[in-house]
Structure formats: C-alpha cells, structure tokens
Nanobody, 113 residues
Framework: QVQLVESGGGLVQAGGSLRLSCAASRSIFSINTMDWYRQAPGKQRELVARITAGGSTNYADSVKGRFTISRDNAKKTAYLQMNSLKPADTAVYYC???????WGQGTQVTVSS
C-alpha cells in the first residue's frame, strides 16, 4: 500500500492561483501514472489531470489551459498548479495512484466570486 498526502488547498478569490502537492510514501511513485481528481458537493468525482511515468499529460476540458500537472520523482511528489481559478473549481481535490488504487485524504479548494 502507498500512502498519499495532499496539501496546498485553501480559500482563494476567483482569478487566483493555488498549487496542490501530493507526497507519496514509496518510490514506486516514480514508475507509475498519477492522477488528480476532484469532487464537488452533490457531484461525482471527476478526473482533472493525469501524468504518466514518462511525463505525458492529459486534462479535463474544463481545466485545459489553466491547470498544469507535474511531478518530481526524486521527491516522490506530484503537483497541480491551478491558475485563473473559478468558483466552479470549488471541490475536494484528491490525488490517485492507479497502481493499487491508492487515494489521498483530499484537500479542500474553495474559490469565492
């Protein structure tokens, strides 16, 4: 089992930025795909961004051009840089390691209008 710990959430005004971090407990992180998901109140959890072990990235249409996923394998950490935030981005954000289906505890992001 791999422990994932998110940090960096908070309250920000619309148009602002936040950077989320996801620290993994084991080095297998470096050879696996990592995802960021989010879940807004009353909605299903949705995939926001994905980065492969080789660094290829994919984004949900709703965040393309605003969010950037990255990783530092030496630090066993994935990041989600979120710019031009909108109230619609308000959600709990989770990092996910598909290998073994490991989830973090989530970090709240609230964007005020």
């Amino acid at each position: 089992q791999v422990q994932l710990v998110e940090s960096g959430g908070g309250l920000v005004q619309a148009g602002g930025s936040l950077r989320l971090s996801c620290a993994a407990s084991r080095s297998i992180f470096s050879i696996n795909t990592m995802d960021w998901y989010r879940q807004a109140p009353g909605k299903q959890r949705e995939l926001v961004a994905r980065i492969t072990a080789g660094g290829s990235t994919n984004y949900a249409d709703s965040v393309k051009g605003r969010f950037t996923i990255s990783r530092d394998n030496a630090k066993k950490t994935a990041y989600l840089q979120m710019n031009s935030l909108k109230p619609a981005d308000t959600a709990v954000y989770y990092c996910h390691l598909p290998f073994g289906n490991n989830w973090g505890q989530g970090t709240q992001v609230t964007v005020s209008s």
